[in-house]
């Protein structure tokens, strides 16, 4: 069986699986319940001086019957009292004195940052999250996104919190930025311990056509939320690798945006988290949808031979390169598998409005009838020699495994965009006909 | 007659309900999301009206109702009807690719009907005649699913249009023949409304021939469309077939239809005879209107029978009895009224039915309904129109493209012209007329499919269901038969 548990920068956890600051790690009792169904660590809601909430406060985006693919929320940080917050994560502690619970805060001046980060490590958090993500009310008030969207600035506020921080602290980074390894780079030269990322996106998530107001509706108004769910899960991926790949980073990654399943937690290690944070799908499911994703994640690593989670954690970060190093000599088709075409003809359409018009409709007497094809209607055909291997059709496809890419052999070497420069600049090569 | 109604207005009326509820908002999306929109989808070929069926779809889910149903009415102006009559499960749902992927299809049929029914109950408008018409003339007989079919796409067209029927209102057999828990006649009168919004003129109780005559016709108008669908039910030829209790399949189902149903008289002891989709609607009627037994009488194997087989299902479900192999040989009477019939048993004997001999016995109804098959009007035809040309099986024989006859100026569409399908089959063979008629008296050429498919293949080679068949092989046996 592979070990689950991690070493965070010196916090430790039974498995890597922790509630994101939010409304699930809002309460001592909810805290209990998620350490109950198995959560490894939890991210306190983010504690600063109480501020008050609007009712309505979240939104989602559903899409094609399936309901919260993207969530929203104008939601602030915690709506009780540091006292009543800081006494709870001590209660917390004193009975799962082994899980992770860490203090997310969030203030803004020098003193305040050091009262909160001491009154974190008295009453037992195992770390401190800085909230410099939170892209909506907090950052009017020069908090949050505001302090994320500026190194400097956030370099600046590191460097108060290092001054008197006795646990590892995580600076959350915001993806409202044009660039986030410039802000995780930031964190480091300040003395972080980690980096926990992506925080909320900026959104409006829909408009209602009736009242042409959007959601979340107060009286009349909508205000710019923070958007998370199954639907930024990719963009999340994204920034978690580029900071995994930045040599300057080089702090551990707590990972975090649209993480519902253990595979969806797999990918997060692999592109260089160690921790995963999860809260819109305990939103939408509740706190047992952790079970799945232990014995899932157990599993997995037990069939690929890893030890462990750190063993694995990385695994895929190096497989990004940028695009002048890919092969252009590279070439994959598509192939279909007319046993399996059901013959909804998506892909003839998608490639031929959508793409490269490489699938002609042609005859099916050669193809046999497949599941569900009509006899006498054309089948889409592949002209292998004008495909230029894009995948949409394989990917428009509703059938698993009937558009394979199937991989040709070019015969040629091995060049990349970087190298045919290179050949053109040494006069090596004449240059590439423009596709006709 | 001496029967009499078996079930109190309650009663009736539950067990007569709707067999499947309309859809709400939320199934109409869940269900509309299951659609692949697929690309030239088979289930727009399968269908004969060639309704583009994942656009439509796609119009529920994408919350437009409306519009979904200005796609299904601008094919199939009976679109509200068939969505309950039509034998999806052969045509546009057997065709159905979700089916071969997660072996149930896309609810074609009640996705149709949750949109059409959405603008029939706002009352919302959308077919459009327009405001000037080209002053042409057309003469419709008959305002079943096939008159109806040309009469809309006519008007839509810009002529004028009069709608010739016997009766005293229209939808043919929509409105008078099918199981009242499949469709209530209101359905099929709204869209008799909807076609008389489009500025067809309707004239009730006119016998043609009787009340007025075709040289009329002929004078007053300048196109004249036959659709006068079947005649009576075919004679059984056995003593007894007189008795009062001996009842035509479709006069018991239009009785059902113009009667409160707490008033239609039924047997307790019902034989129908038949095994067609007309005898399966006439058998689980009886029992739902309170028969103790309701027996389908068929000459031939069970595996031989027309009815499709979801509804044999139903049959079965709905307690009919089946007895296969069966012939009667007399109705039995008892002071006048029918009391029993003599049946026999039959064999296959070189390819040709033959009765076994000594096989007969007795068995106790009070009612029979007859459903072995409408008559052809083929005599009627005749006189009416002199020189009309019908080929063997009694059908008008027309051009397939544009559905003229061998009359000049007259044109064919529905059972008459088809020997007896689907109300579907009706409505294209209409709309396709009309087409002719508008190529003859616009001087136009008839092009392509009535409703052609989104695309073909680049020679345009591929159409609507109507030039190019469909895999289910129980329909294709129909339609070769």
């Not at chain 1, 319940?33 to 559903?62: H, M, Q």
């Not at chain 2, 009736?12 to 309309?22: G, I, L, T, W």
């Not at chain 2, 006069?251 to 002891?269: C, K, N, S, Y």
Request: net charge negative; with cysteine; aromatic share 6%.
């Amino acid at each position: 069986m592979a070990d689950l548990s991690i070493n965070f920068a010196g916090i430790k956890s039974p498995n890597p699986f922790w509630i994101a600051s939010g409304p699930p790690s809002n309460t001592a009792y909810q805290s209990h319940r998620a350490f109950e169904a198995g959560w490894g660590g939890l991210v306190w809601k983010t504690i600063g001086d109480p501020i008050i909430n609007v009712s309505s406060r979240y939104s989602a985006l559903n899409l094609g019957g399936q309901r919260m693919v993207g969530f929203n929320n104008i939601e602030l940080i915690s709506d009780r009292s540091p006292e009543t917050n800081f006494r709870e994560i001590k209660e917390v502690k004193d009975r799962w004195p082994n899980h992770a619970v860490i203090a997310s805060l969030m203030v803004d001046t020098r003193e305040r940052w050091h009262e909160f980060v001491k009154r974190s490590a008295d009453c037992g958090a195992d770390g401190i999250e800085l909230n410099f993500g939170c892209p909506h009310g907090m950052c009017e008030r020069g908090m949050g996104s505001a302090v994320g969207q500026n190194p400097d600035v956030a370099e600046t506020i590191v460097g108060w919190v290092m001054e008197a921080a006795e646990i590892p602290v995580i600076v959350k980074l915001t993806p409202n930025i044009t660039n986030v390894v410039y802000a995780a780079r930031a964190a480091k030269r300040a003395g972080a311990d980690a980096i926990s990322l992506i925080n909320t996106i900026n959104s409006i998530t829909n408009v209602n056509l009736d009242t042409l107001t959007p959601e979340p509706f107060v009286r009349g108004l909508s205000s710019h939320g923070g958007y998370c769910g199954p639907a930024v899960k990719p963009i999340a991926l994204n920034m978690v690798q580029s900071c995994a790949a930045d040599s300057e980073v080089g702090l551990p990654i707590s990972g975090i945006g649209g993480i519902g399943s253990w595979r969806d937690a797999a990918e997060f290690l692999a592109l260089g988290s160690l921790s995963l944070q999860v809260c819109t799908a305990v939103m939408h499911y509740g706190f047992r949808i952790v079970e799945d994703m232990n014995e899932g994640l157990s599993d997995y690593l037990d069939a690929k031979g890893y030890q462990s989670v750190a063993d694995f954690s990385g695994a895929a970060v190096k497989t990004l390169s940028d695009w002048q190093y890919l092969d252009l000599h590279y070439k994959r088709v598509a192939r279909i598998d007319y046993d399996k075409c059901i013959g909804c003809n998506l892909c003839y359409i998608a490639c031929e409005d959508g793409a490269h018009q490489c699938i002609d409709l042609v005859d099916s007497a050669p193809y046999g009838l497949g599941p569900g094809r009509v006899p006498g209607k054309p089948v889409p055909k592949v002209r292998e020699e004008d495909c230029v291997g894009c995948n949409l059709c394989s990917i428009v496809c509703p059938v698993d495994d009937c558009i394979t890419m199937v991989e040709m052999d070019t015969g040629r070497d091995q060049m990349s965009w970087s190298d045919y420069q290179t050949r053109l600049t040494k006069g090596e090569m004449q240059p590439i006909p423009a596709h006709p | 007659m001496t029967l009499k109604p078996l079930l109190d207005a309650e009663t009736a009326a539950q067990s007569m309900a709707e067999k499947e509820s309309r859809y709400t908002r939320q199934e109409a999306l869940i269900e509309s999301n299951r659609c692949l929109f697929c690309f030239d989808a088979p289930c727009i070929m399968a269908c004969p009206t060639g309704i583009d069926i994942p656009s439509f779809i796609k119009k529920i889910a994408n919350g437009n109702p409306t519009g979904s149903a200005r796609t299904i009415l601008t094919a199939n102006v009976l679109g509200a009807s068939c969505a309950r009559v039509c034998p999806t499960e052969v045509l546009c749902e057997g065709a159905c690719v979700v089916l071969d992927l997660e072996g149930d299809p896309v609810k074609i049929g009640r996705l149709q009907r949750y949109a059409t029914d959405y603008v029939f109950e706002h009352q919302i408008e959308v077919l459009h005649a327009p405001a000037k018409k080209n002053g042409k003339k057309i003469a419709i007989l008959g305002a079943g699913p096939a008159g109806l079919g040309c009469a809309a796409e006519l008007a839509q067209l810009g002529y004028d249009v009069t709608v010739f029927d016997k009766k005293q209102a229209g939808g043919g057999l929509n409105t008078y023949g099918i199981a009242y828990y499949k469709m209530r006649p209101e359905i099929s009168l709204d869209e008799v409304k909807m076609i008389e919004r489009l500025g067809v003129n309707f004239r009730y109780g006119v016998k043609i021939g009787q009340d007025i005559s075709v040289a009329d016709l002929e004078k007053d108008f300048d196109a004249i469309f036959l659709g006068l669908g079947l005649g009576g039910a075919n004679r059984l030829g056995i003593p007894g077939e007189d008795l009062p209790e001996v009842v035509d399949a479709l006069d018991f189902i239009e009785w059902i239809h113009t009667r409160p149903l707490h008033e239609v008289p039924v047997g307790r002891r019902v034989a129908v005879l038949g095994c067609g989709n007309t005898a399966i609607d006439a058998v689980t009627q009886s029992k739902r209107l309170g028969a103790e037994v309701a027996s389908i009488i068929y000459r031939r194997d069970e595996d031989d029978m027309p009815a499709y087989g979801f509804e044999y299902e139903l049959a079965k479900n709905d307690g009919a009895t089946f007895h296969f192999h069966t012939v009667p040989t007399e109705v039995l009477a008892e002071n006048g009224h029918v009391k029993a019939l003599r049946l026999a048993k039959t064999e296959s004997r070189d390819g040709q039915l033959q009765i076994i001999p000594g096989s007969e016995w007795t068995e106790e109804f009070d009612l029979v309904l007859k459903a072995v098959g409408q008559e052809k009007q083929s005599s009627a035809f005749e006189k009416l129109f002199p020189g009309l040309k019908l080929d063997r099986k009694g059908r008008v024989e027309h051009n397939p493209e544009t559905m003229e006859t061998s009359v000049p100026k007259l044109f064919v569409g529905g059972d008459c012209a088809n020997g007896g399908r689907e109300v579907v089959n009706a409505v294209a063979e209409g709309k396709k007329a009309a087409r002719g008629i508008n190529a003859l008296l616009a001087n136009q050429k008839v092009t392509g499919p009535i409703q052609p498919s989104r695309h073909g293949t680049k020679d345009g080679a591929l159409g609507s269901g109507f030039n190019h068949p469909i895999r289910v092989p129980e329909l294709l046996a129909a339609m070769n038969s």
